[in-house]
């Protein structure tokens, strides 16, 4: 049987669309559907490795997990990762494909891409019960609609049911739902049978009148309100940077100054997540020297473009206070291009990066980058070198990156032992400058506990000695916990009508 569909829409970006998609996918799950999610169209600089070293979406591997199924390219064929001003990265089925302008994107590649998502498509409708489709920004981006492949076009190729979401955090709701409705064409406007207005804060009763009001005037239901919660999963959207997560926390706040570079490039930024689970950790985006201050721990996070950021963070006076920084003893980590800049030299003979140039590193470890065409993307596991950290230490992650980098074995270590033979990263001989081209480092749990506590004892504070849950533990409960959240907020019976599934019994 044809997979039936459901579709998450949004009245703009960041309404929370892809945690609803994730908290579909898991109470789909737990009926014992077969769930999918799918996303054609993604932008996003936060992406996800799948078994066969693919790239989509982080949000898609997100979704994937919590439907208890192995994520494949199928889920987002196409994702776009901003390079430069107006250029990305287009990526389909996982793998580079060219780098290209806005422009010629929007009216060159778009056609194109049609046939690659419409195959995917069928191949999710052949293998699964339902397909958890997301949309993409707004539907009604009337410049953009002739040649939107993410919203409505993909509503009615998976014929599906659309549910707009719409953000009460930010004020303007039931403007921003009757705005995003007219301007939807009257085959479009059609495809939406549900609103649900998400992030609330407050007396539900306060908001009665106007959801009579909105289901009167647009004819469509209101399915629930959900109020605001706040759950460790990942973020893909660069918006989450402003989230009240990442306001800066007051030094007399946390023992522990954990300081990451906001680069104007960054990318993979929820390498960073597990600080805000450690006792006593306040972690903070800093993009000057004055906002650098004394931190007890750099990361310098990865990045879409190396050199531009590189040179970004010369021009901010950056490249000194990081060397005062390490002539202080704090310890200083880079990941993926973050651990390019604390090389010695960068090469770009091909113009991988743009520039075409070479480039002197912060020179805190001896090793050196030459950028090349080829893209490593793969999942890794690996051992600590001996002496690093007591015992031996199994860590995961995923590798994305441009460049290969090279060390001087007389004078540094290895950071990683891979357990398909290769060496990864580098140490300094005193601990204290590490880089690495593991992404999810930190979510080795275990590992970023005795990493804060070498720095607790360094300061002469007590270690934390409870017990560490793992990061799938932790995501696991986030998923159930949004399940319950949903079922328990907004009418599923409904959506089940849709499906044409029987209302499902627990």
Same mark, same amino acid.
Request: net charge negative.
């Given at each position: 049987?044809?997979?039936?569909?459901?579709?998450?829409?949004?009245?703009?970006?960041?309404?929370?669309?892809?945690?609803?998609?994730?908290?579909?996918?898991?109470?789909?799950?737990?009926?014992?559907?077969?769930?999918?999610?799918?996303?054609?169209?993604?932008?996003?600089?936060?992406?996800?490795?799948?078994?066969?070293?693919?790239? $989509? %979406?982080?949000?898609?591997?997100?979704?994937?997990?919590?439907?208890?199924?192995?994520?494949?390219?199928?889920?987002?064929?196409?994702?776009?990762?901003?390079?430069?001003?107006?250029?990305?990265?287009?990526?389909?089925?996982?793998?580079?494909?060219?780098?290209?302008?806005?422009?010629?994107?929007?009216?060159?590649?778009?056609?194109?891409?049609?046939?690659?998502?419409?195959?995917?498509?069928?191949?999710?409708?052949?293998?699964?019960?339902?397909?958890?489709?997301?949309?993409?920004?707004?539907?009604?981006?009337?410049?953009?609609?002739?040649?939107?492949?993410?919203?409505?076009?993909?509503?009615?190729?998976?014929?599906?049911?659309?549910?707009?979401?719409?953000? $009460?955090?930010?004020?303007?709701?039931?403007?921003?739902?009757?705005?995003?409705?007219?301007?939807?064409?009257?085959?479009?406007?059609?495809?939406?049978?549900?609103?649900?207005?998400?992030?609330?804060?407050?007396?539900?009763?306060?908001?009665?009148?106007?959801?009579?009001?909105?289901?009167?005037?647009?004819? $469509?239901? +209101?399915?629930?309100?959900?109020?605001?919660?706040?759950?460790?999963?990942?973020?893909?959207?660069?918006?989450?940077?402003?989230?009240?997560?990442?306001?800066?926390?007051?030094?007399?706040?946390?023992?522990?100054?954990?300081?990451?570079?906001?680069?104007?490039?960054?990318?993979?930024?929820?390498?960073?997540?597990?600080?805000?689970?450690?006792?006593?950790? %306040?972690?903070?985006?800093?993009?000057?020297?004055?906002?650098?201050?004394?931190?007890?721990?750099?990361?310098?996070?990865?990045?879409?473009?190396?050199?531009?950021?590189?040179?970004?963070?010369?021009?901010?006076?950056?490249?000194?206070?990081?060397?005062?920084?390490?002539?202080?003893?704090?310890?200083?980590?880079?990941?993926?291009?973050?651990?390019?800049?604390?090389?010695?030299?960068?090469?770009?003979?091909?113009?991988?990066?743009?520039?075409?140039?070479?480039?002197?590193?912060?020179?805190?470890?001896?090793?050196?980058?030459?950028?090349?065409?080829?893209?490593?993307?793969?999942?890794?596991?690996?051992?600590?070198?001996?002496?690093?950290?007591?015992?031996?230490?199994?860590?995961?992650?995923?590798?994305?990156?441009?460049?290969?980098?090279?060390?001087?074995?007389?004078? +540094?270590?290895?950071?990683?032992?891979?357990?398909?033979?290769?060496?990864?990263?580098?140490?300094?001989?005193?601990?204290?400058?590490?880089?690495?081209?593991?992404?999810?480092?930190?979510?080795?749990?275990?590992?970023?506990?005795?990493?804060?506590?070498?720095?607790?004892?360094?300061?002469?504070?007590?270690?934390?000695?409870?017990?560490?849950?793992?990061?799938?533990?932790?995501?696991?409960?986030?998923?159930?916990?949004?399940?319950?959240?949903?079922?328990?907020?907004?009418?599923?019976?409904?959506?089940?009508?849709?499906?044409?599934?029987?209302?499902?019994?627990?």
């Amino acid at each position: 049987m044809k997979a039936r569909s459901i579709m998450i829409q949004g009245t703009s970006s960041d309404v929370g669309k892809s945690l609803i998609c994730t908290a579909l996918c898991r109470v789909f799950s737990n009926k014992g559907l077969r769930v999918v999610p799918f996303k054609s169209q993604n932008m996003a600089l936060n992406s996800y490795v799948t078994l066969d070293g693919g790239e $989509i %979406g982080r949000a898609q591997g997100v979704q994937a997990e919590a439907a208890r199924i192995t994520a494949t390219t199928d889920m987002n064929p196409i994702l776009l990762k901003p390079k430069q001003d107006m250029v990305s990265e287009v990526i389909v089925h996982g793998k580079h494909f060219l780098d290209m302008d806005a422009k010629s994107y929007r009216y060159q590649f778009v056609q194109e891409a049609m046939p690659i998502v419409r195959k995917s498509v069928e191949k999710l409708q052949d293998e699964y019960d339902i397909i958890v489709l997301e949309g993409a920004g707004s539907p009604a981006e009337i410049n953009l609609k002739d040649r939107d492949i993410a919203n409505m076009r993909m509503a009615k190729l998976a014929d599906a049911s659309v549910i707009l979401v719409a953000d $009460i955090d930010r004020g303007g709701v039931f403007a921003s739902i009757i705005g995003t409705l007219a301007l939807l064409d009257k085959d479009e406007r059609e495809c939406v049978k549900g609103i649900i207005i998400n992030k609330f804060r407050g007396m539900r009763e306060l908001l009665d009148d106007g959801i009579e009001w909105v289901e009167k005037e647009t004819g $469509i239901p +209101v399915l629930g309100v959900l109020p605001y919660i706040d759950v460790n999963i990942e973020a893909e959207d660069s918006l989450a940077l402003s989230s009240l997560r990442f306001k800066k926390p007051k030094k007399a706040e946390f023992p522990i100054d954990v300081a990451v570079l906001r680069l104007p490039r960054i990318s993979n930024f929820t390498d960073v997540d597990p600080f805000f689970d450690e006792p006593g950790v %306040g972690v903070r985006l800093v993009g000057s020297v004055h906002e650098l201050g004394n931190p007890d721990l750099l990361i310098l996070p990865g990045t879409k473009n190396t050199m531009e950021d590189l040179e970004w963070l010369r021009r901010a006076g950056l490249d000194r206070a990081i060397q005062d920084l390490r002539e202080k003893g704090k310890l200083i980590f880079g990941i993926c291009g973050g651990f390019q800049m604390l090389g010695t030299k960068l090469f770009d003979p091909d113009a991988v990066e743009g520039c075409g140039e070479n480039a002197i590193g912060l020179s805190l470890l001896p090793v050196q980058t030459v950028f090349n065409a080829e893209k490593k993307t793969v999942q890794m596991e690996g051992v600590l070198s001996s002496g690093i950290m007591e015992g031996e230490m199994n860590l995961t992650g995923f590798e994305i990156h441009l460049g290969r980098t090279s060390l001087d074995s007389a004078l +540094v270590r290895p950071f990683l032992l891979l357990k398909d033979g290769r060496e990864d990263g580098a140490i300094s001989a005193d601990n204290k400058v590490i880089g690495t081209y593991l992404h999810g480092i930190f979510h080795n749990r275990l590992f970023t506990r005795m990493l804060v506590n070498q720095i607790r004892r360094s300061k002469g504070l007590d270690e934390v000695k409870e017990n560490v849950q793992s990061d799938s533990e932790r995501r696991e409960e986030a998923y159930n916990l949004l399940a319950s959240h949903l079922e328990e907020n907004i009418d599923m019976d409904t959506i089940y009508e849709w499906l044409q599934f029987e209302t499902m019994e627990s």
